[in-house]
């Protein structure tokens, strides 16, 4: 399975609407700023000064907040004096030298952006930005503000934008089951089940356990593969367990390890079927045999 693919399963991020995807920590779009492969965040400081721009995105109007990068020279060596300047030459130099932000920005929200002028004082003020933060292996190279709206939203709140090697995702605690048996029973068979009975489970020997996750993965043999339950009678451990989305990244890329051993001797377990429990009891065994042995009918 593909991150993507996990995380669509995932109802936390399948149901998310585009600007919670935005507002999620974990929101992270690779960029170019020119030649310089780089990843834009949107957890920027909020600029105290900057130069205010009035840019047009396709046919709508928005304020382009750009502070005093140092990475933009001749900006920083105006930047105190940029209040005298005439406002075509502050904007003439703004192009010149933040041509490669602005094809970023571009390139970013997928749409035509060009400069109007500059935002007259509170023209801004009450609207919604977003304060981004490109950086590369090195560092932090350059931060800008932009205004947000529905359209904007849209195009950068998707899923493909979620690294899902953050934190917030990886951390992601969810329910897991391990199961060491799966198999058909006959409807007489199991309406006749009584505390004393016995299930002999020969594969609990030969085949490794399965760790469902979230009733909606399964990780076995090393490999990790969507689960949708198919109606068969399961023999599992009686203690839930608990897996991390991280878990499952990694099995995904084939970095996990088997869900483990076999159970051992008085193990307790559950048996289910259809996320209903039909039946509690413990690994023993029937002569040299494996077997599930009941202690107890639940339903």
């Known amino acids: 399975m593909k991150p993507i693919e996990i995380l669509s399963a995932i109802p936390k991020w399948s149901k998310a609407s585009a600007k919670e ?4 920590p974990a929101w ?30 396709e046919d709508e109007t928005h304020t382009l ?21 005439p406002e075509p030459i502050l904007l003439a130099i703004v192009e010149k030298e933040c041509g490669p932000l602005l094809q970023l920005v571009e390139n970013a929200v997928r749409r035509q952006l060009k400069i109007i002028g500059l935002v007259k004082p509170g023209e801004a003020d009450g609207a919604e930005f977003i304060y981004a ?61 009584e505390p004393g009975d016995s299930l002999l489970l020969p594969e609990i020997e030969s085949l490794s356990p399965r760790l469902v996750i979230d009733g909606r ?12 339950d198919d109606g068969l009678y399961r023999v599992i451990a009686a203690e839930s367990e608990t897996a991390t989305v991280g878990m499952l990244m990694d099995a995904a890329g084939g970095e996990s390890a088997e869900p483990g051993a076999a159970p051992k001797a008085e193990t307790p377990l559950k048996l289910v ?3 209903r429990t039909i039946a509690s009891g413990r690994l023993s065994r029937v002569g040299d045999q494996p077997a599930f042995a009941i202690d107890a009918v639940l339903g």
């Not at 995807?21 to 999620?24: K, Q, V």
């Not at 529905?150 to 950068?156: G, H, K, N, Q, T």
């Not at 990886?170 to 309406?191: G, I, N, S």
């Not at 993965?217 to 949708?228: N, R």
Request: hydrophobic share 45%.
């Open 273 to 275: 079927r259809m996320g």
């Open 65 to 85: 907040r750009l502070p005093d990068n140092p990475a933009f020279e001749e900006i920083h060596k105006v930047w105190a004096s940029r209040a005298e300047m």
């Open 28 to 57: 992270a779009l690779p960029c170019k700023l020119g030649d310089e492969q780089c990843v834009m965040r949107l957890d920027a400081t909020h600029p105290a000064d900057s130069i205010d721009l009035a840019v047009k995105i």
């Open 217 to 228: 993965f399964v990780l076995a043999e090393g490999s990790l593969a969507s689960w949708k």
């Open 133 to 193: 933060r490109i950086s590369n292996e090195s560092g932090d190279i350059a931060t800008f503000a932009l205004t947000l709206s529905p359209a904007i939203v849209a195009v950068l709140g998707e899923k493909r934008n979620i690294d899902t090697n953050h934190p917030s995702v990886r951390d992601e605690v969810l329910p897991a089951e391990r199961e060491f048996a799966a198999f058909q029973l006959p409807a007489t068979d199991a309406t006749t089940l």
């Open 21 to 24: 995807l935005l507002d999620s």
